[in-house]
C-alpha cells in the first residue's frame, strides 16, 4: 500500500529491544516486496514466526492447461453455479490463467476455516460479488462485503469468516506485487486530486486480533504447484502490534467515482490497480456521454497487446446480448471485438448505464483452464453475426 499505517504496540525504534512484560523480547519480523526495494512492514511477535512443531504432507494444488488454445472470442458462463466446493481453497476454480495471474471464481458452502492460508507466491485481489464477513489476519481484522476489493499481499496469513447468506467471489492472483495506479499518484505516493479514488476510501485493518492461547494451529502455504501444510503451537494472531507501508486492505467497487466526458471515453479511465503483467478496471454506474452526436457503446476495437476479460456483477451490459451475472468474457489480442449487432443504435440517446463489472487486461496472452472450458458458450465466437 502507498501510505503509512500502524497498529498496536510498536518501539519507539526499529530493530531496537522490545520487551514482553515478562522480560523476553517481542520477536521482530520485516515483511517486504520486492526484495528489500518496495514496500514493507515491521510485524512483532510474542512467539518466533520461524518456530515450527511439524510439516504435514504436500498436497498438489496446481492448475491444469489444455494441449490446445484456439484463438477464439470466449464467453465462460458461470452464472448458473451454486457451489464450488465445501472449503475456501478448494472451492477456488481458476478459469483463466497466464504466466503473470490468474482469475478463479470461488463459492465455498463453509463459512468459517479451521486453518490459516498464506499464497506464498503471489499477491491476491478477492473481489465479493455476494456476502460479507470478515477477513482475518495478522495485521487486523477488516469487515468487508458486497462490492469489495481485498487486497492481499503475498505471505499474508489469513482467515476468512463468511456471514449467512449467499456468497460469491472472484479471485485474481498476482505474480507480481498490486498496486494503485501510478499515474493517480504524486511523487511522495499520495492519491492525486483527479484520482477515481482517495486514501479515505480505502480500509486498513481495524483493529488487531490476539490469540494467546496454545494449541496447534495449522497454516497452509501454496508455492509451488502445492499446498504446503505448516503446524505451529502458537496462533499465527501472536503480533502485539505493527506499522509500514505493506498490509491487506479493502476497497468497495462502490467507491470509484466514474470519469466520464462529452465522448465515449477509453477503457483506462476505468483502471483501479496495476500490477507488472495487468491492470484491473471497474465499470460502474454513470452517466453517459454528452456529445449530442455521441455514441455511448463502446466502438469496435482490436486488441494488439492485451487480452481482455470481463466480469459482469451486475446490471444490463449495452453492448452484449446473452450474457448474464457472474459471465467471463475473453476477448483475445489479435482479434477485433465491439458491440453486439444492433446494440449501437439502441445505445444512442441513453442518459446513464447502472452496470457493475470488473475488467481484467492483461500484456500477455491469456488461456482459459480446463476447468474454464466446462463453462464454454460455443456460440458466442459466432455472435456477432446478424
Request: charged share 25%; proline share 8%; net charge negative.
Amino acid at each position: 500500500m502507498s501510505y503509512y499505517y500502524k497498529l498496536g504496540e510498536i518501539p519507539h525504534k526499529r530493530h531496537t529491544q522490545f520487551r514482553q512484560p515478562d522480560g523476553s523480547l517481542y520477536e521482530e519480523e520485516l515483511v517486504s516486496s520486492i526484495g528489500f526495494s518496495g514496500i514493507y512492514s515491521l510485524l512483532y511477535h510474542k512467539n518466533p514466526p520461524t518456530k515450527v512443531s511439524r510439516v504435514g504432507e504436500p498436497e498438489p494444488y496446481e492448475v491444469k492447461m489444455p494441449e490446445k488454445a484456439p484463438l477464439l472470442q470466449t464467453h465462460l458462463n458461470t452464472s448458473g453455479l451454486k457451489t464450488t466446493g465445501k472449503d475456501y481453497l478448494e472451492s477456488r476454480w481458476t478459469l483463466l490463467k497466464n504466466k503473470d495471474c490468474s482469475m478463479a471464481i470461488c463459492i465455498p458452502e463453509e463459512r468459517s476455516m479451521d486453518y490459516f492460508y498464506k499464497n506464498g507466491e503471489a499477491d491476491e485481489i478477492v473481489f465479493i460479488h455476494d456476502g460479507s464477513g470478515t477477513l482475518i489476519s495478522q495485521f487486523g481484522s477488516i469487515k468487508v462485503k458486497a462490492g469489495d476489493y481485498i487486497v492481499i499481499p503475498r505471505t499474508t496469513i489469513y482467515k476468512f469468516e463468511w456471514d449467512k447468506g449467499p456468497l460469491r467471489l472472484l479471485v485474481i492472483e498476482s505474480n507480481n506485487p498490486i498496486e494503485t495506479v501510478s499515474r493517480y499518484r504524486n511523487e511522495m505516493g499520495q492519491l492525486l486530486e483527479h484520482s477515481p479514488y482517495c486514501e479515505r476510501d480505502i480500509r486498513p485493518p481495524e483493529e488487531l486480533v490476539i490469540d494467546d492461547k496454545k494449541g496447534e494451529y495449522l497454516i497452509k502455504i501454496k508455492k509451488g504447484g502445492y499446498l504446503h501444510n505448516y503446524f505451529y503451537e502458537f496462533s499465527p494472531l501472536d503480533v502485539v502490534g505493527w506499522d509500514g507501508c505493506l498490509y491487506p486492505y479493502a476497497l468497495s467497487i462502490h467507491d470509484f467515482e466514474p470519469i466520464t466526458g462529452r465522448i465515449h471515453q477509453p477503457p483506462p479511465v476505468h483502471q483501479t490497480f496495476q500490477s507488472a503483467g495487468f491492470v484491473i478496471c471497474s465499470f460502474v454506474p454513470r452517466l453517459y456521454d454528452y456529445h449530442p452526436d455521441s455514441i455511448p457503446a463502446p466502438y469496435n476495437h482490436s486488441n494488439i497487446d492485451s487480452d481482455e476479460v470481463l466480469y459482469y456483477v451486475e446490471g444490463e451490459f449495452m453492448s452484449r446480448k446473452g450474457i448474464d451475472r457472474g459471465s467471463f468474457t475473453l476477448h483475445p489480442g489479435g482479434l477485433p471485438h465491439g458491440p453486439h449487432p444492433g446494440t449501437v443504435e439502441k445505445s444512442i440517446g441513453a442518459k446513464a448505464t447502472h452496470e457493475l463489472a470488473v475488467m481484467l487486461d492483461t500484456f500477455g496472452p491469456l488461456y482459459v483452464t480446463e476447468k474454464g472450458l466446462e463453462f464454454s458458450d460455443k456460440n458466442y465466437p459466432m455472435s456477432w453475426k446478424e
